[in-house]
Nanobody
């Protein structure tokens, strides 16, 4: 079992930045691809970004490409999402997820084995 806890969400003005963290426990995440998803009110959960279990590859949704950066620190068992140039449309609950031996092609939520409880990000205009 892998337990995931997100943190770092909050309220920020448009154009601002936030850094989300996803701390894992129970098992080391070094063998897991790690993804970030988000869900806005009234909308389905959508893929944001993923980093492969090896850490060598990443993939981003077009809507965040060039603004968001995913990274991982296996020694700290933590994954990060640096979000810059935030827009009101980025407002959502952000979830991290883990997929055993997951690659950077893992953009579907069904590929993931473990999920965090989410952290709210609100971007004001």
């Amino acid at each position: 079992q892998v337990q995931l806890v997100e943190s770092g969400g909050g309220l920020v003005q448009a154009g601002g930045s936030l850094r989300l963290s996803c701390a894992a426990s129970g098992r080391t995440i070094s063998s897991y691809g790690m993804g970030w998803f988000r869900q806005a009110p009234g909308k389905e959960r959508e893929f944001v970004t993923v980093i492969s279990w090896s850490g060598g590859n990443t993939y981003y949704a077009d809507s965040v490409k060039g603004r968001f950066t995913i990274s991982r620190d296996n020694a700290k068992n933590t994954v990060y999402l640096q979000m810059n140039s935030l827009k009101p449309e980025d407002t959502a609950v952000y979830y991290c997820a883990a997929a055993y031996r997951g690659s950077h092609y893992y953009t579907g939520s069904s590929r993931y084995d473990y999920w965090g409880q989410g952290t709210q990000v609100t971007v004001s205009s």
